[in-house]
């Protein structure tokens, strides 16, 4: 085998989204197995580097989900240490994780991204901006969408319809992390396009049975239907992808991402985010976009290895 035959499988870490990334972390684990890689699975925690260090592993696979895991920091101490691993570097990590900062380079980049105003806990406790949210409704309209600036899988998100809600919803979303984002709603179809080595995967539509794609209606089976690939006319499944080309340049992001858009009736896509550790459970979108282009969900884990160690062949490592 060609591919190096050692392989750490970080996921777990004690962010909001360890489960999902446990659940990811063990199908991962059980694919390259399956195949003859020598894999361990780790849990991020306090033993983190020293375990690596001594380990003898020839990559890092990252099934991390959250804080840490997607925000450039694990990513930050594989390169310390010299470790290969897949998924986006550092600084692609931190840009997207970071959803004011990725969506003013987006927007930067020429894509449709939601109107939008950042509002953070300081500014609420010391500066009276609790006093200005009733300018965020007559600036941007309603309904709105309020989300955690950082974070993922819909964690702290609120579709909010009453203006009269919107200090509650922007509460909320402080349990999640300093700052908040509240954004025009677009209304549309959710579509998903994964990149995978600078090229887009079949997109995919997502139709939620109940209520918005939340986290529930993420990673409970049977709660989403999927149509993969999404039904869209070409023109429009083309410029989708463009858009996920587009943003994953804009940040610098490799081997894998997935780009989180609204398609609106005009047939515009509108990017709401990139995900640069995207999950990888049974009722993920990227495995799912990869079967859509008949790439089983070993060969894409496969892939991904392959990717962590030909980057690093390139550049000397």
């Not at 908040?180 to 995919?204: K, Q, S, Y």
Request: proline share 6%; aromatic share 6%.
């Amino acid at each position: 085998m060609s591919q190096p035959t050692s392989v750490a499988v970080l996921s777990g870490g004690i962010s909001l989204e360890r489960e999902v990334s446990l659940r990811s972390g063990r199908r991962v684990a059980d694919a390259l197995t399956e195949v003859g890689y020598q894999v361990t699975r780790l849990d991020v925690d306090a033993d983190l580097v020293p375990t690596l260090e001594r380990g003898g592993f020839d990559l890092a696979f990252l099934a991390l989900h959250g804080a840490a895991g997607e925000d450039g920091t694990v990513q930050s101490l594989l390169e310390l240490i010299g470790l290969p691993y897949t998924g986006p570097d550092v600084l692609a990590s931190s840009l997207a994780w970071n959803k004011p900062i990725a969506q003013g380079l987006y927007a930067r980049a020429g894509l449709h991204v939601p109107d939008r105003v950042t509002l953070s806990q300081l500014a609420f406790r010391e500066m009276g901006a609790a006093a200005t949210v009733g300018h965020v409704a007559d600036a941007l309209g309603s309904p709105l969408v309020v989300k955690p600036a950082t974070g993922g899988s819909a964690l702290g998100l609120t579709i909010v319809h009453d203006p009269a809600r919107l200090p509650e919803a922007i509460v909320g979303a402080f349990s999640y992390a300093d700052s908040v984002l509240v954004e025009r709603f677009v209304h549309g179809t959710e579509i998903a396009v994964t990149v995978l080595d600078g090229r887009p995967l079949p997109a995919v539509e997502i139709h939620p049975k109940e209520g918005a794609y939340d986290f529930a209606a993420r990673y409970t089976a049977g709660a989403t239907e999927f149509h993969a690939p999404a039904r869209l006319d070409p023109q429009v499944r083309d410029a989708c992808e463009a858009t996920a080309l587009t943003a994953v340049d804009a940040i610098g992001a490799r081997h894998v991402s997935r780009a989180d858009l609204i398609v609106d009736a005009d047939g515009r896509p509108w990017l709401l985010e990139l995900d640069t550790c995207p999950g990888l459970t049974d009722t993920s979108l990227t495995p799912l976009a990869a079967d859509a282009a008949e790439l089983g969900f070993t060969e894409l884990c496969e892939r991904l290895a392959s990717l962590a160690l030909r980057d690093t062949v390139r550049s000397g490592g």
